[in-house]
């Protein structure tokens, strides 16, 4: 380098002088931590449905939609080609039929909203803003159950709509669209908290999504097992048999729903036995709910 432009660096690195280049404090409002959990409440419902991210992560969520809402379609379709006064399939026992896909969406998406943050270990990046741990759970509690409202409403829309425009009785269908309504937020709730719970609990992906579908899959296996040993002689369903309810989440929703809204015609039907068993059957989901809420504050409480 010429001996001059070396003396003109120096000379310029000696004179100290300041370049303004634009950098300003932000003047904006502080929107604060409201703000700050309802963004993180969009960003993870958004997240359980694939958007804002690959387009692989949008094919499991908008295939299970697909399944559940396509059934819809047909059932509606046949009520009306064979001129029936009501669906084949009522609204809460079609959210019952078909709730292995709720529960395969809930196992592959949970892990999605609570295990990546631990496994890339951006936990403490939100801590370090207004948002509390509280807020933190409640935000992703919140998305998981809209996100599985949304899931289990888009069938029932579909049968509702169908059934209307098909001219099947209007009151009969508003009032059972409704109990539908109140199968898919319990189911929703129920879920959302055990299947969270379960995801929190390790930043594997893999192990979560297993975990969920064992948990939740394999106590309806147990809850089935149980009560076909307890069908008195000559398959006689008793009262007592309908207790093996308990052991699952998918038959105590079921159970409680049926029993509370007269729709277990057929002893075969679960239900909830008598007054005592919906006493027992809503105790027990709001045990698991609060519960699970409770042990994942603690969870969050020790990052």
Known sequence: MPPEATAHRTAA?????IHNIGYRSYQGPRLGRSYATRSLFVQSLRAAYGLGRSGKSKVLPMLVLGVLGAPALVIVALAILQHSKQLPLDYPQYLSAFSLFVVIFLA??????????????????????????SDYVR??????????????????VVLYVGSIL????????????LYGLVAAALYAV????????????TPRR???????MGVLVVSSIIAGIVFNLSVGSG???????QWSAVLSPSTLVDGLVNQIFGLAENPNTT???????????????????????????????KI
């Open 13 to 17: 690195a000696d004179s100290g002088v």
């Open 235 to 241: 398959g006689q369903v008793l009262d007592s048999a």
């Open 271 to 301: 239900h909830a036995p008598g007054a005592l068993g919906v006493v027992v059957f809503a105790a027990e989901i709001a045990v698991l709910v609060v519960g699970s809420y409770w042990l994942m504050l603690s969870r969050y409480r």
């Open 139 to 156: 935000a992703k509690f919140g998305a998981m159950v809209a996100a599985m409202m949304l899931l289990m409403t888009v069938p029932l």
């Open 166 to 177: 098909g001219g099947l009785p209007f009151g009969h269908n508003t009032g059972h669209f």
């Open 190 to 201: 129920l879920y959302s908290a055990l299947g969270l719970l379960i995801a929190a609990s």
């Open 206 to 212: 893999g192990f979560g999504v297993a975990a969920i």
């Open 108 to 133: 592959a998406q949970a892990p999605v909203l609570m295990s990546r943050d631990l496994r890339h270990q951006t936990v403490p990046l939100y801590f370090s803003r207004p948002i509390t741990r």
